[in-house]
């Protein structure tokens, strides 16, 4: 079985930075992409950044300039730093992963169980 465990979240003020981490554990293959998606409280879950094996990054507009995804491949982990924050960052953070799970096999999305981040005063 595959887990996305992350850690980091909690209450930061304006302005202030945050680090989540995300490790991945378990049988698999390897991973392809992995990142970052969000959701507020009655919003719908957006993605905030994604990174693939390859190193090719997306980040939404909104977190541009201010966030950034990183991978240690060696340690199945995958990183968001977040400056700069703001109460509109204020939510949920889900980690993902596209696992291969056998040599050959498709990859299957893997998500975590969330870590809340709060920005408030």
């Known amino acids: 079985q595959v887990q996305l465990v992350e850690s980091g979240g909690g209450l930061v003020q304006p302005g202030g930075s945050l680090r989540l981490s995300c490790a991945a554990s378990?049988?698999?293959?390897?991973?392809?992409?992995m990142g970052w998606y969000r959701q507020a409280p009655g919003k719908e879950r957006e993605l905030v950044a994604h990174k693939a094996l390859g190193g090719n990054t997306n980040y939404a507009d909104s977190v541009k300039g201010r966030f950034t995804i990183s991978r240690d491949n060696a340690k199945s982990t995958v990183y968001l730093q977040m400056n700069s924050l703001a109460p509109e960052d204020t939510a949920v953070y889900y980690c993902y992963a596209d696992v291969i799970r056998r040599e050959g096999y498709s990859g299957m999305d893997y998500w975590g169980k969330g870590t809340l981040v709060t920005v408030s005063s």
């Open positions: 378990g049988r698999f293959f390897s991973l392809n992409a």
